[in-house]
């Protein structure tokens, strides 16, 4: 069973794993914690969870939940869900951004985390739509996008900037 769950305490061990190992920067998708020691990841989860609830925000940040994408006892993905967008959101990153493990890629994982993300962001943001931006040399995750409901909305030569209207959300 593929479900999401908020980044938390008890999962701790299963979330530090993951998160160590996802890239830097893949496809625009900013991971600050690669490569994190354990002890390291203990602070930085309280961080994330504090964000989560509008606190501890550095400079220019909006809050913002992490998810965790589980399939039985397995993480999958990771989703974040930027609660309402900032200038610097809505002309960049937008409300969600996402990585999903190698191994799980290419298998619906992406579809279904985000489809079950979108849920969560119809009842948390603002905004009329869902703002996402994927690079142009990723067309897994363009069709990941449009397949939930989204459309281009604009580019430019690096990016696709895609929106999903909250009412296409089911």
């Not at 220019?60 to 992490?66: K, L, N, Q, R």
């Not at 999958?76 to 409300?95: M, N, P, Q, V, W």
Request: contains cysteine; proline residues 4%; aromatic residues 12%.
């Amino acid at each position: 069973m593929i479900y999401l769950k908020a980044a938390n305490t008890d999962d701790i061990e299963k979330e530090y794993l993951f998160v160590r190992d996802i890239p830097s920067d893949e496809n625009g998708y900013i991971n600050e914690y690669n490569g994190i020691s354990r002890q390291d990841f203990g602070d930085a989860l309280d961080c994330i969870i504090a964000n989560s609830e509008g606190e501890r925000l550095p400079e220019g940040y909006v809050p913002a939940t992490s998810y965790f994408l589980w399939d039985g006892e397995n993480i999958g993905g990771k989703f974040d869900l930027r609660h309402y967008l900032c200038e610097s959101r809505i002309t960049g990153a937008g409300h969600i951004g996402y990585h999903i493990a190698p191994e799980y890629r290419g298998k619906g994982y992406a579809s279904a985390g985000l489809a079950l993300l979108l849920k969560e962001a119809a009842k948390t943001v603002p905004e009329d739509e869902i703002y996402l931006r994927v690079r142009r040399n990723n067309p897994a995750s363009l069709r990941v996008m449009l397949k939930n409901g989204g459309y281009i909305k604009d580019e430019d030569d690096i990016s696709y900037y895609v929106r999903i209207p909250k009412e296409s959300i089911r």
